[in-house]
């Protein structure tokens, strides 16, 4: 079955330093990797996503993560986090072998970015 | 914005009731995810919708079901409802690809009291 951990429920950081919030994942064919953020009263909003080639992916504000097959983790990072970062950060994974293609999420990570 | 829209935002109800949720998709998407958000259970995938046929079933309770009408739009039933049902219901809509993102609306807020 397809899950996915992410096992820090929160994530603390000052205001510049590099952040990063961790996922693993349980496939039984290929992934496809997903980052998603969601500020409060918001739907989830797509950062990245990883499909194939470089494991380095990099998304939307300044977001990267990178894919390691055989630690089986898609862990998210940023140089220099802002305050305006604080959020609830979920993965996601996509197994090939289902066909429906649906999404399955981890538990969420807050991360919260101190001035 | 997505170009999902779900409606309504929210919505109070007492316990027995039934309400509907509705989404619509992006355009040009066919398929529809709904997604429930607890406080305490993450996201929990509910049923997906492909060009109007059910594709795949989460962990949907029998009182909850769903449908896709002709125009794509989507719609979430729960009946007899529960306290333990108040959460947050998100709609998300994709093109039927792997290696495309999902799209989610803004979600709809449902407490029961």
């Known amino acids: 079955a397809q899950s996915v951990a992410q096992p820090e429920d929160q994530v603390n950081v000052a205001e510049g330093n590099p952040l990063t919030v961790k996922c693993t994942y349980s496939?039984?064919?290929?992934?496809?990797l997903f980052w998603y953020v969601q500020y409060p009263n918001r739907g989830l909003q797509f950062l990245l996503k990883y499909i194939t080639g470089d494991n380095l992916v990099k998304g939307s504000y300044g977001f990267e993560a990178e894919f390691n097959k055989s630690q089986t983790s898609f862990h998210l990072k940023k140089p220099s986090a802002l305050v305006s970062d604080s959020a609830l950060y979920f993965c996601a994974v996509r197994d090939l072998m289902d066909s429906s293609y649906k999404l399955i999420f981890g538990s969420g990570t807050r991360l919260l970015v101190r001035p | 914005d997505s170009g999902v829209t779900q409606t309504p935002k929210h919505l109070i109800t007492a316990t027995g009731q039934r309400v509907t949720l509705r989404c619509s998709p992006r355009s040009g998407d066919l398929s529809v995810y709904w997604y429930q958000q607890s406080l305490d259970q993450g996201l929990q995938f509910l049923i997906q919708?492909?060009?109007?046929?059910?594709?795949a079933k989460g962990n949907i309770l029998e009182r909850f079901s769903a449908q896709q009408f002709p125009d794509l739009h989507s719609e979430l039933n729960l009946s007899s409802l529960e306290l333990g049902d108040s959460a947050l219901y998100f709609c998300?809509?994709?093109?039927?690809?792997?290696?495309?993102?999902?799209?989610f609306g803004q979600g709809t807020r449902l407490t029961v009291v």
């Open positions: 998300a809509s994709s093109e039927i690809r792997a290696d495309t993102e999902a799209f």
């Open positions: 919708y492909y060009n109007g046929e059910e594709r």
């Open positions: 496939v039984s064919g290929n992934p496809y």
